[in-house]
């Protein structure tokens, strides 16, 4: 197998503002992996939060594809896996690129393979009788710290185009300034189903106080609402919240949600944490029953980046699958949701294809 790297920049529609941080753009870095004539394609982006700088990402990026030239196909290199110590996002990045290109083989989509997998169903010919519907799934829409009144418009925009679940950041110095932000948003789309994200920016004492008021305004779930490095301290929240809450940055790993699992109320698994779409389904296997359910998130990324996640969309409570309907020129397409919904389709492979050219450099 053959592999190439391609970095490109990613620029957002307009800056997306959380408690933390403001982002703009950040980099992508696609692996295409090429064996007899057919290409996957996998993507990583950089993370400031996560420490994934273009540099490294090209550099891990660059020995896995030199790694995968000593199997013979792809779907033992996807058995194995490259060796090396990788991030979860480069692994996932790999991963993506051997479905793809596995699928394009065997001629089924990944959510086939990806159920073959969990035992759901046996790979049976793209058609046949059992062929299962490829997974779709109504998306959260982020809306930034903005103020209200554009908060207010953006969120009128979304309901009018078929938005029905919209994910609000907070964590705005002045607390106030969150509680209007959803004020407006529900004035504006009365009936959109309400996610709150502060990113972690609330003490204990303060989510204490906030989050029934929050309830009364109609939020249905709120995501880490405090710094993380403390997972018990979100436990015992979860246990005196009116509201359910979701662990993002303290569930990374698959030991950090197993000790969650049943504490909280939910989980937000996005695969350039945990490490691709077999990690999240051994996550997604982990809380099965125990109270805990699943969400689906991401990264701000292309088509190419969320493709893999939406082949799972179906398995979730949640679905926030966004990243890339922030973009000002999402460069692959395939997985729609411009119109609310995220889709898989039944083409082999992870069903997208891009639409510009970037650099590129062999591996």
């Not at 990583?44 to 990402?57: F, H, I, K, M």
């Not at 403390?230 to 197993?258: F, G, K, N, Q, W």
């Amino acid at each position: 197998m053959k592999a190439t790297l391609r970095t490109v920049r990613l620029t957002l529609a307009e800056p997306l503002r959380i408690s933390r941080s403001t982002m703009a753009a950040r980099d992508a870095v696609w692996l295409t992996v090429e064996h007899e004539g057919l290409t996957g394609h996998g993507e990583a982006v950089t993370s400031v939060y996560y420490g994934l700088n273009t540099t490294e990402l090209e550099r891990q990026l660059y020995e896995a594809g030199l790694a995968l030239g000593r199997f013979g196909d792809p779907e033992s290199a996807l058995r194995e896996g490259p060796a090396g110590d990788r991030t979860p996002a480069v692994t996932a990045a790999v991963e993506a690129a051997l479905l793809d290109l596995c699928g394009k083989r065997s001629g089924l989509p990944v959510h086939r393979l990806l159920d073959a997998k969990s035992a759901r169903t046996a790979p049976t010919a793209p058609g046949g009788p059992s062929a299962p519907t490829a997974p779709s799934a109504r998306t959260a829409r982020t809306i930034g710290i903005v103020p209200a009144e554009r908060a207010a418009a953006q969120a009128r925009s979304l309901a009018d185009s078929g938005f029905t679940v919209i994910k609000v950041k907070a964590g705005a110095p002045d607390p106030e300034d969150d509680l209007d932000r959803i004020r407006a948003i529900a004035s504006a789309a009365p009936r959109a189903r309400l996610l709150l994200d502060p990113n972690g920016a609330w003490t204990t004492a303060q989510a204490l106080q906030l989050l029934p008021r929050y309830a009364e305004l109609g939020v249905e779930a709120v995501e880490q609402p405090v710094a993380p490095g403390d997972p018990e301290a979100l436990a015992r929240l979860a246990e005196r919240s009116p509201l359910p809450l979701i662990a993002d940055e303290d569930a990374v790993t698959y030991e950090d949600v197993r000790r969650l699992a049943g504490r909280v109320h939910g989980v937000n698994v996005k695969l350039a944490k945990c490490g691709g779409p077999y990690a999240a389904l051994r996550i997604a296997e982990l809380i099965a029953g125990t109270g805990t359910e699943l969400m689906l998130g991401c990264l701000t990324a292309s088509t190419l980046g969320l493709a893999p996640a939406v082949h799972l969309a179906d398995r979730a409570r949640w679905a926030d699958l966004d990243g890339h309907l922030l973009l000002a020129d999402d460069p692959w397409t395939g997985i729609g949701g411009a119109d609310g919904v995220v889709r898989a389709n039944d083409l082999p492979g992870l069903g997208v294809r891009e639409r510009r050219v970037g650099r590129e450099d062999a591996a």
